[in-house]
């Protein structure tokens, strides 16, 4: 039989919950920015709300179809290993839009961004099924959801002040660095 799970508040699996809680919110911001700065990105970059669409759609679509091979990914190479390359991989995608300025480099980054973004929930459900116990699971999978209100509510307020202050290509390295840290 395997090893005993320790109780869901032991140090660990409160950083462990903590982690998981940030890359949540980090993978919302990472997401949500490029909407925040639609404004200022179509009047730098001299793009329609058509472009805007197409950017989206494209996230979208690159998201879905990762999501269909992210968890056997996870499976094969663990939760230990997932978490830092899905994190990492794409905050430093998220970090690239900074030098994006033609719609088409865009449009690769914001495929790559959906890609990459795709494993945060697998590689967090594998990650709560093997450090927390049956009993806890539920517990530790709500607190990490109910991280995305928070960052629905602080991120719009964050990154216009940011984008007004340093700019709009500051703001995507400022987030996307956040999630290097």
């Known amino acids: ?17 903590i ?12 997401r949500q920015i490029i909407a925040l700065l639609k404004p200022m990105l179509q009047r730098h970059l001299h793009w329609t709300d058509a472009d805007y669409g197409q950017l989206t759609a494209l996230f979208q679509f690159a998201s879905a179809i990762a999501l269909l091979g992210s968890g056997w990914v996870v499976d094969r190479i663990g939760w230990r290993r997932a978490n830092p390359m899905s994190v990492g991989a794409w905050s430093l995608v ?20 959906g890609s990459t973004e795709a494993f945060g929930m697998p590689t967090t459900i594998k990650t709560v099924a093997a450090v927390f116990r049956n009993e806890d699971r539920s517990l530790a999978l709500g607190f990490m959801n109910a991280a ?25 390295l400022l987030t996307g660095g956040l999630g290097l840290v």
């Open 148 to 172: 995305s209100a928070p960052a629905a509510l602080v991120t719009p307020i964050i990154i216009s002040w940011l984008a007004l202050r340093i700019g709009w290509a500051n703001s995507f």
């Open 94 to 113: 998220a970090m690239a839009q900074a030098f994006a300025r033609t719609l088409g480099q865009f449009s690769i980054a914001r495929v790559v961004l």
């Open 19 to 30: 982690m998981l809680i940030a890359s949540n919110m980090l993978n919302y911001s990472d």
């Open 1 to 17: 039989a395997g090893r005993l799970k320790p109780p869901m508040w032991t140090s660990r699996n409160k950083l462990i919950l």
